[in-house]
């Protein structure tokens, strides 16, 4: 079979970027009676259950930049951010008429408070609030989420009419292992050499991942990472940086071009966190669901819409990235309205200036249009980098 080029593996990638309607996951529903599709929204939800349910897990990411808003407004004020308002309007019109259920995790008030609004709207689907301890101590936090995932694993059950298996739920967490560490292959090898994997082409490569399954996303990443080891792209003189703050609502496509237009590579990013928020590989035997929590509890990525209850702490794991990645500075891109980002922000800031590392500030809505004081700020703050390197 003929290898796929990276630039035929781009172009799929961002016609699903682009398909508000979510084709792919209406096909794969289609192509088989009784099949089921979850939505959920960003940053984390335990995919692996869902998907020994034999269902869909499809990532909702907000209608993106083309998505004009009318409903969604109805429902929620102008000063909090977009994604809640154009994932209604995205309801409402219809684009999500083939999904099953809903999981709204525990991102913040505003997604907590869609879940409510959801049940009001769609009373004949499941919708699931999916809350995360705050205390990470087995016998407290590791309970509540153990009962938190076996509620979840009963609702799915009464949605898919059978038994979920320990068994279907570790070969489910085997699969997710193995997507997981193709993830971080692709996020090292960015890291390694950023022109010859533009932050563009693997942002669009893990928003496919929201919408394909699992095991195809894998496949995908593997043709990505052959194909673009085959080609020989110019190195530019960019500075390298962490992008921070996306972790929810997400940035614009051209927002991430418009940073390496400006001469940033970005060599990590806190975008899709579902797809790298366990660090380690989960057990793959024993009891799922206890797995699972302790994957959670001591094995997952530091956000800002994750409780930390040591404050020192706070930072920690942004300065592991910036040094593991090889980082010269950080740009905070925090959606506009975001309390968790806009709220963590001044603590990152302190640990920053503590240690002597350059960043900036700004903000975007996932409509952002006008990218050029983006660009000229990005560009302003890449120059001053190489000329403080050089001094």
């Known amino acids: 079979m003929r290898s796929k ?27 088989q009676p009784g099949r089921k599709v979850i939505g959920y929204m960003p940053v984390y939800v335990p995919r692996e259950i869902i998907h020994a349910a034999g269902m869909l897990p499809l990532g909702v990411l907000g209608g993106g930049a083309d998505m004009e808003v009318i409903h ?7 000063y909090i951010c977009r994604i809640p308002r154009s994932t209604i309007e995205l309801a409402i019109t219809g684009k999500l008429d083939f999904v099953d ?11 907590r408070n869609l879940s409510g609004i959801w049940q009001i709207m769609f009373k004949d689907k499941y919708v699931r609030y999916f809350d995360t301890p705050q205390n990470f ?4 936090g590791g309970v509540f989420y153990g009962n938190e995932l076996r509620e979840l694993k009963a609702g799915l059950e009464k949605l898919a009419g059978r038994e979920i298996t320990a068994a279907q739920i570790n070969r489910s ?32 490569l893990m928003r496919a991942g929201m919408v394909l399954p699992v095991e195809e996303h894998t496949r995908l990443m593997k043709e990505y990472l052959l194909a673009a080891g085959a080609e020989q792209r110019p190195m530019r003189d960019n500075c390298r940086v962490t ?14 071009k418009s940073l390496e237009m400006a001469g940033c590579y970005i060599v990590d990013d806190d975008s899709m966190l579902v797809t790298r928020w366990l660090l380690e590989d989960v057990p793959s035997d024993g009891d799922p669901i206890e797995n ?17 209850p040591n404050l020192e702490e706070k930072g920690n794991y942004m300065l592991e990235s910036i040094r593991k990645r090889g980082a010269d500075g950080v740009i905070f891109a925090a959606p506009s309205f975001c309390d968790p980002a806009l709220l963590d922000q001044p603590m990152m800031v302190q640990r920053l200036e503590k240690a002597g590392i350059p960043y900036i500030t700004m903000q975007y809505a996932e409509n952002s249009g006008q990218m050029q004081p983006i660009r000229e700020q990005a560009g302003t703050f890449a120059d001053s980098i190489k000329l403080w390197s050089a001094s």
């Open 72 to 78: 969604g407004d109805a429902y929620y004020q102008s």
């Open 243 to 256: 992008l921070i703050g996306t972790f929810c609502e997400q940035p614009p496509l051209n927002l991430i």
């Open 137 to 140: 101590k087995d016998e407290v």
């Open 5 to 31: 080029s990276v630039k035929e593996i781009v172009d799929f990638c961002q016609e699903i970027f682009e398909d508000i309607s979510f084709s792919k996951a209406r096909q794969w529903k289609a192509a």
């Open 173 to 204: 967490i085997a699969v997710y292992n193995e997507n997981r560490a193709w993830v971080n292959k692709v996020y090292d090898y960015r890291a390694e050499t950023p022109w010859n994997a533009p932050a563009a082409e693997v942002y669009l």
């Open 292 to 308: 699972l929590s302790h994957a959670f509890l001591h094995h997952s990525a530091e956000t800002a819409a994750k409780y930390e």
């Open 101 to 111: 259920g809903m999981m709204f995790p525990s991102i913040c008030d505003v997604i």
